[in-house]
């Protein structure tokens, strides 16, 4: 599993006008090649009168699913421009779709490649991208007398504590760096001089702005 890794904040949508043309960008999470696909049919069938519904995604661990449709439009002007700023912003599991609505005035090949470019920089912009980290949301469990110190120790970290349960001893659920685990451990048995019973209860994604 990847420990980290840029996608879009949120589903969103954004437009700019080009010379008369409408270009209405429409941007959304995708994790399987599936969900990028309904994603695009979803949107065509919003905008299924418009001169053209471009679309681009790149989506995998590795990026190894990048795919980039002009829609009518000349080869290579609308799909591969839309699909080269996903790659700029390192974005994975990523769908976008730029609508365009004719104006009257052709644009030309570099105009076109331009204009299809700053449709989904301008989305990716409105809507914001964010850095998925994978964390391990630790369970510390330690006598009460413990509590105080391990609590406002926690609390000072740059560790994120999520939640307490209070039984027979406390447990504290405190997030933690995939890559930090070993030296959250060790950090805690010395803390506690060994008296923390410490485990990991499961693995998720935490989501920063970027």
């Known amino acids: 599993m990847r420990d980290d890794y840029r996608t879009v904040k949120e589903r969103g949508e954004a437009e700019i006008i080009i ?52 829609d009518g439009e000349p080869s290579g002007t609308a799909g591969v421009p839309m699909l080269d700023v996903l790659k700029k912003q390192k974005l994975k599991d990523t769908v976008v779709v730029v609508t365009r ?23 990716l912009s409105s809507t914001g991208v964010v850095e998925r ?49 070993d030296t959250f451990r060790e950090w805690m048995t010395n803390l506690t001089n060994g008296q923390a019973e410490i485990s990991c209860d499961r693995s998720e994604f935490l989501e920063f702005d970027i």
């Open 19 to 70: 010379k008369k043309s409408r270009f209405i960008s429409s941007v959304c999470r995708a994790e399987t090649e599936e969900e990028a696909m309904d994603f695009i049919a979803e949107v065509k069938k919003a905008h299924h009168s418009a001169t053209h519904n471009c679309s681009a995604y790149m989506i995998g661990e590795h990026d190894q699913i990048q795919k980039a449709n002009d």
């Open 101 to 123: 609505y004719f104006g009257g005035i052709k644009l030309g090949g570099g105009g076109l490649i331009r204009a299809y470019g700053s449709a989904v920089s301008e989305v």
């Open 133 to 181: 980290r994978l964390h391990h949301l630790m369970k510390v469990t330690v006598d009460y007398t413990w509590l105080g110190k391990v609590e406002n120790e926690v609390r000072l970290s740059p560790y994120p504590l999520d939640s307490m349960d209070y039984l027979d001893e406390v447990s504290l659920f405190i997030f933690v760096p995939a890559a930090e685990e």
